[in-house]
Every structure is written in C-alpha cells, then in structure tokens.
Nanobody, 124 residues
Framework: EVQLVESGGGLVQAGGSLRLSCTVS????????IGWFRQAPGKAREGVSC????????YDLESVKGRFTISRDDATNTVYLQMNDRKPEDTTLYSC?????????????????WGKGTLVSVSA
C-alpha cells in the first residue's frame, strides 16, 4: 500500500524559510512522480512543485519559482519542499501526492495517492 506522510509545517514569519518533508512508502520502483500541493480555504487546490523520480526532473509553479525547491533523499524515501522568502499568502494546507505513471506531465490533476497534509502559517 502506498502511503505518504507530510511533516514540517508550522508558523514562520514573512521572509523566513521552512522545509516540508514527505515520507513515502509502499513503492516498488522509481517510476513515480511526487508532487506538492496547497489549498487555501475557499480556493482550488494547486500543484506548486513536482519531481519525476525516474529522470530526477522537477517542475515548479511559475509563482513559486526562485522561492520553492523540491528535492529528494532516496536513503530515507523522503521528498522535500524548501520554501524561502515566505509570504503571508503562502499560508495554507500543504499536501504531497504520488503519481504512478507519466512523470510530472498532468500532475496538477492526475495524482493517485495523497497524504493528509501539513499546515503552514506565515505571519506578516
């Protein structure tokens, strides 16, 4: 069974940094893609970053380029989201998800497994 568990959320001041972790289990190969998503109350969920485990390629939402970085640690089966220069509008629930095939293409709408999320709050 594929499982994803997020951690690392919390309160950070605007301009500060935070690193989220997504620990994954139940994978049998590296053909998956892992994505980070966020959803503010009353808004649609949006994918902010994705990493293709097969080719180690990454994709970022235009609005977070230069501030967010997705990376992996295969030794611990963890995918990270480093978030720098946090803004109050980044306050929301962040979740990670896995996609079985196709890499990050279409990851915004095509994830197969989801974690429960971790809450990030940014104070002004």
């Amino acid at each position: 069974e594929v499982q994803l568990v997020e951690s690392g959320g919390g309160l950070v001041q605007a301009g500060g940094s935070l690193r989220l972790s997504c620990t994954v289990s139940g994978f049998t190969n590296n053909e998956f893609a892992i994505g980070w998503f966020r959803q503010a109350p009353g808004k649609a969920r949006e994918g902010v970053s994705c990493i293709d485990l097969s080719y180690d390629s990454t994709y970022d939402l235009e609005s977070v380029k230069g501030r967010f970085t997705i990376s992996r640690d295969d030794a611990t089966n963890t995918v990270y989201l480093q978030m720098n220069d946090r803004k109050p509008e980044d306050t929301t629930l962040y979740s990670c998800a896995a996609k079985r095939t196709g890499g990050c293409i279409g990851y915004q709408d095509g994830m197969d497994y989801w974690g429960k999320g971790t809450l990030v709050s940014v104070s002004a």
